[in-house]
């Protein structure tokens, strides 16, 4: 079965601070899609991030990178320079090429301090 | 460009009347998404749409709920009768191509559903 586990349901983390979210996948197929979405207390989904199963290098965009551990199964996102508007809702989630849904895990809420 | 368009953003309504969500997904894109979310089962897939074709709706909770897209541009969701348990934000998506494509998908603003 194809899952995606958070284990973080919250997270408290000092401004400027690197941040890693955590984010483990299970499925069979060898060929996926991991993403990283952000939802902030205004309630829209924001695409911050996009692994291939097949990509050599891990994902870099900005300040987001994504830790691609493929033996371990496990795509943690790391924003690295933390800042107040940080504090959102983030979500992992999966494609598989058995077919074309996104399935998301339950979340992490980031809380960034002053 | 424009991204996703939901309307409307925020819709109260009675027990037994019937809601009608819209959605305009980005032009050319492919593929259409219907979500639920709520804070008891997160974020669930309704349906979705390929070339205006539904490819798979078994997270359609009940016979209460269906969905169309008459063209490549429009899409609803329309629950009728509503029922209280029907109260979440409501997600259309749409991406370029499928899972071959790489691509992701973008989502629209939500629809903010409450049933009393």
């Known amino acids: 079965a194809q899952k995606i586990t958070q284990t973080q349901p919250g997270m408290f983390v000092q401004e400027k601070e690197a941040v890693t979210l955590d984010c483990t996948y299970d499925t069979s197929d060898p060929s996926y899609g991991l993403f990283w979405y952000k939802q902030p207390s205004s309630g829209e989904m924001i695409f911050l991030i996009y692994q291939g199963s097949y990509d050599q290098q891990n994902a870099t965009e900005g300040r987001y990178s994504l830790n691609f551990q493929k033996a371990r199964k496990s795509a943690n996102l790391v924003i690295s320079a933390s800042q107040l508007g940080d504090s959102a809702m983030y979500f992992c989630?999966?494609?598989?090429?058995?077919?074309?849904?996104?399935?998301f895990g339950k979340g992490t809420r980031l809380h960034i301090l002053p | 460009d424009a991204g996703v368009i939901q309307s409307p953003r925020h819709e109260v309504t009675e027990m037994g009347q019937e809601v009608t969500l819209r959605c305009k997904p980005i032009s050319g894109h492919d593929y259409l998404f219907w979500y639920r979310q709520t804070m008891m089962r997160g974020l669930e897939l309704l349906i979705y749409f390929n070339n205006n074709v539904p490819i798979d709706d078994s997270g359609m909770p009940e016979d209460r709920f269906s969905a169309k897209m008459p063209n490549a541009s429009f899409s609803t969701l329309k629950i009728q009768p509503s029922e209280p348990r029907d109260s979440a934000v409501y997600f259309c998506?749409?991406?370029?191509?499928?899972?071959?494509?790489?691509?992701?998908?973008?989502f629209g603003p939500g629809t903010r559903l409450t049933v009393l």
């Open positions: 989630a999966m494609r598989t090429s058995r077919d074309d849904k996104i399935i």
């Open positions: 998506a749409s991406s370029l191509t499928g899972f071959r494509g790489g691509d992701t998908q973008y």
